[in-house]
Nanobody, 124 residues
Framework: VQLQASGGGLVQAGGSLRLSCAAS????????IGWYRQAPGKERELVARIMIGGSTNYADSVRGRFAISRDNARNTVYLQMNSLKPEDTAVYFCNTGRMVWTSGGLRFQAFGSWGQGTLVTVSS
């Protein structure tokens, strides 16, 4: 399953954006979904996840500023981003995921194919 992220753009520091993650031919309500980002020269990182039951978790860098949610009727998962900072600049992706045991403990890992992502640029 490949998900499509949209809603990125250019915003000033302190501003807000809402990203959307949609899928065709697949019900997102039956999947755990993660929002990831990749800044230039950096590895892709998980910023937020929402499980099938609705529980959420966030990276420390975005906790309190970002909120992940799902609208099952629209088959869409959102990432509301507030109080944006220049360091939030990245390409944002969404993907299905699951909890797996790794050498580092229980981790949320993506297992779908990656879409093109959506670029978020935060100017200072």
């Amino acid at each position: 399953v490949q998900l499509q992220a949209s809603g990125g753009g250019l915003v000033q520091a302190g501003g807000s954006l809402r990203l959307s993650c949609a899928a065709s031919g697949s019900m997102l309500s039956s999947s755990a979904i993660g929002w990831y980002r990749q800044a230039p020269g950096k590895e892709r990182e998980l910023v937020a996840r929402i499980m099938i039951g609705g529980s959420t978790n966030y990276a420390d860098s975005v906790r309190g500023r970002f909120a992940i949610s799902r609208d099952n009727a629209r088959n869409t998962v959102y990432l509301q981003m507030n109080s944006l900072k220049p360091e939030d600049t990245a390409v944002y992706f969404c993907n299905t995921g699951r909890m797996v045991w790794t050498s580092g403990g229980l981790r949320f890992q993506a297992f779908g194919s990656w879409g093109q992502g959506t670029l978020v640029t935060v100017s200072s």
